[in-house]
C-alpha cells in the first residue's frame, strides 16, 4: 500500500520528489470537480491503453496537480521501457501527434502525454523538467504505475 498524497506547499504544489499513487487516490484527491472528472477520465482512457502495451510508469505534471480548482490541462510523460509502440500506435496514434502544440492530445484527453526514456543519459528530461516550477524551485510529481492498474 502507497502513502497518502502529501499535502500542498505554501505554494499549492507538491513537496519535491515524485509521489507515487493509486488510482483512487488520485482520482480522490484531484477529481473535486466536474472539470477535473473530465480530466481523469482523458487520463485514464490512455493509461488503459499504456497498459495494453507494455508501459510500467506514467508521471503526472501541470496544474492539475496542483491546488487549482479548475486547471489547464495535464502534462503526463509515459516510461517507453518494454512498451510495443506499434501495438500503441494502433490503438491510439494520438500519442504520437505532436503538431500544434499537441493539440489533438488536449481536445481528445484534456492534457497531453510525452514519451520518456530513461535510458537516454546525459540529456535534461522530461521527467526533470516536470519536477520543476516556472521559478526553477524543485515540487513534486505524481507517480503512477499504470501496469498495477485495475
Known amino acids: ?43 485514464k482512457m490512455v493509461f488503459t491503453q499504456l497498459k495494453i502495451a507494455g508501459c510500467k510508469h506514467v508521471y503526472l505534471d501541470g496544474s492539475f496537480v496542483t491546488n487549482k480548482q479548475f486547471p489547464n490541462d495535464f502534462d503526463a510523460c509515459w516510461d517507453v521501457t518494454g512498451v510495443d509502440v506499434s501495438i500503441l500506435f494502433n490503438i491510439i496514434p494520438e500519442l504520437f501527434d505532436f503538431n500544434n502544440g499537441r493539440l489533438n492530445q488536449k481536445m481528445l484527453f484534456y492534457g497531453e502525454f510525452i514519451p520518456y526514456d530513461p535510458s537516454k543519459t546525459g540529456t535534461y528530461s522530461i521527467l526533470e523538467f516536470f519536477q520543476y516550477n516556472r521559478n526553477g524551485q524543485k515540487k513534486g510529481i505524481i507517480g503512477i504505475k499504470v501496469d498495477e492498474l485495475k
Open 1 to 43: 500500500m502507497l502513502k497518502k498524497i502529501p499535502d500542498f506547499n505554501a505554494f499549492g504544489e507538491l513537496p519535491e520528489g515524485i509521489h507515487w499513487a493509486e488510482w483512487d487516490k488520485i482520482s480522490l484527491r484531484f477529481g473535486s470537480n466536474i472539470h477535473r472528472k473530465k480530466m481523469l477520465a482523458g487520463l
